[in-house]
Nanobody, 119 residues
Framework: QVLLVESGGGLVQAGGSLRLSCVVS????????MGWYRQPPGKEREFVAA????????FYAHSVEGRFTISSDNNKNTWYLQMSSLKPEDTAIYYC????????????WGQGTQVTVSS
């Protein structure tokens, strides 16, 4: 069982930056990937970014590429989503997610953190 806890959300003006954190606890041996998703108001949850656990490869939604960066600390206990040049359309609840194996999916999720970007 893996527990994920996000933090770092808040209110920011358009053009500003925020860094979200996701603390990972529990058994992560052989983990495959971490991801960030978001759910804008009144919309479905959508993919934002993902990284192989080794950070050998990263992936981004087209809407955030070049503005957001996924990374982790050296121990991979904390994962980050650095968000820059924020836009009002980035307003959403942001979730981190954990994928244990290559043939699975993101099976563990955090509780979410609210990001609001004002124009």
């Amino acid at each position: 069982q893996v527990l994920l806890v996000e933090s770092g959300g808040g209110l920011v003006q358009a053009g500003g930056s925020l860094r979200l954190s996701c603390v990972v606890s529990g058994r992560t041996d052989g983990a495959y990937a971490m991801g960030w998703y978001r759910q804008p108001p009144g919309k479905e949850r959508e993919f934002v970014a993902a990284s192989m656990w080794s950070e050998s490869s990263t992936f981004y939604a087209h809407s955030v590429e070049g503005r957001f960066t996924i990374s982790s600390d050296n121990n991979k206990n904390t994962w980050y989503l650095q968000m820059s040049s924020l836009k009002p359309e980035d307003t959403a609840i942001y979730y981190c997610a954990f994928q244990q194996s290559h043939d699975g999916d993101f099976g563990s999720w955090g509780q979410g953190t609210q990001v609001t970007v004002s124009s």
